[in-house]
């Protein structure tokens, strides 16, 4: 049988429509919900936008770094806090997003994201307040490190469980906007994050001069528990994805064998590029400040240095933006080969020119040409990775998935914040040690381009409710009984419905006329 994205020609026990026609009678019925356009819009955005919090504390930690490096230059620089607090957080978020996603996929997408934005609440307020022992540096620096791995773990669950609750209400929208729907309130999210952590330090330093460094880094990870408060109370309000309610496993035992040999290659290419652009993306935003200071000089003040560090944060957005719209019009796979390629090439370009670029004098062209190289990656992976692990699987497994997926770009970005340290030290001379990073991070890229293009499938508007036709397919065919997935809710409301046997079909209890029985 071909269960392919292009031929879903399964017939599945106990129903007599066609494939098509009994997906697009479930795609149908999420989208004539009787519901307004703001009850339909806000549940993705209330999943989506916690990843605000992602961008903004990982994003500031490298300011953060460069305050404490100047604060205690001997201290800081011989202690392994230096790489510990800039990346362990993505230790406790790939924990995060692996406990997440299995809670998600077996308990409730909603509870997820609660415990999640309370974790983020607590451990960014406790960053702040960050102390040693009788005021011991070390003692700080250790509780420090400790914190920002908890505060990871809260991050993790934004991943699995608000990324993909986030994808699945983008099927109650219009087609032709889901993409742009999900992105937005996603990666966008991610980007604006490193724009405000940019902007903050610059701020924070003109504020309390540099005569008061030790106020202005707790300041800038103290405003990071602003943004996951701030979502507290939409989140409370948030009920299960209609997606979810409908294929959920959480009351039966997953197949994991079944589930293993339908997914393993595909969720080992998604996986493979997350890890290949978050190991350059996130070591490009922690160390780019650093750069800057290096080529601006010492004379300049801090703030310049920030300064510069917001402007070419500022290229991200653009990137973001556009690219939401071109997943719509050209589909993710596409975008994701034809920018990441686009983005290599410019990175060679800038490897080639780094020697001019790497002046004082020059510092324009150099945050110009980087900021390009950064907006690409956002028009290709950094909007269509996320949105290609969240629909590329099953709903009934999609949190594990994608938290895997999620967490082998963070182990990417773990890996590189380690590994571009040592390509810099090792560099035989400083052109060298700027141009290293870019030839590692630009042949990434091209490799990425070729994996997606040859490996992904297509991914359309329908594509979530097309994978869990083809997996109910796929498990009936051997043997498993689809008639135990649904919350106990939801197989309730279908067995007082006249049709039973096409997920989608909501009557009285779901609001909703029966679609499939009308598709007949």
Known sequence: MNYS?????????????????RRDATAAALENLPKSRWERSWPTIACGAGLFSDGYLNGVIGSVNTILGIIYPTEYASSPARSNVSSIAFAGTVVGQLFFGWYSDHFSRKWALMISTVILIIFAALGTGSYGAGGNVYGLFAALTA?????????????????????????????????????????????FGFVVAALVPMIIVLITTENHLGTAWRICLGLGVIPPLSLLWLRIKLQEPEEFKRESMRNCRTPWWLVIKFYWFRLLVVSLIWFIYDFSSYSFGIYSSQWLVTIIGDSSPLWVGFGWNTVINLFYIPGAIIGAFISDWIGPRLAL???VFAQGCVGFLMTGLYPILNQPKNVGGFVVIYGIFLSLGEVGPG????????????????????????????????????????IIRNAPNADRAGQDPFYVSSALCIFSAFLAFFLLPHIGQDTITDEDVRFRAYLEEHGWDTSLMGTKEYQMAMASSPTVGAPGVHEKEYGVEDTAARAV
């Not at 994205?5 to 026609?21: A, E, M, T, V, Y």
């Not at 991050?155 to 937005?184: D, K």
């Not at 999620?406 to 773990?414: D, L, Q, R, V």
Request: charged share 15%; proline share 5%; with cysteine.
């Open 5 to 21: 994205f292009r031929n879903p020609d399964s017939k599945l026990n106990g129903d007599d429509l066609p494939p098509q026609d």
């Open 147 to 191: 914190y920002r791995f908890l505060l990871g773990i809260g991050i993790g669950g934004e991943y699995p469980a608000g990324s993909v609750a986030c994808a699945e209400s983008t099927g109650e929208l219009q087609r032709g906007h889901r993409n742009r729907w999900f992105v937005m309130f996603t990666n966008v999210q991610i980007d």
């Open 337 to 339: 080969t034809i920018f």
């Open 383 to 422: 909007d269509n990775i996320g949105l290609i692990a969240s629909k590329t699987s099953a709903t009934a497994i999609r949190g594990q998935y994608y938290g895997i997926a999620a967490a082998m770009g963070k182990i990417g970005a773990f890996v590189g914040t380690y590994v571009f340290p040592i």
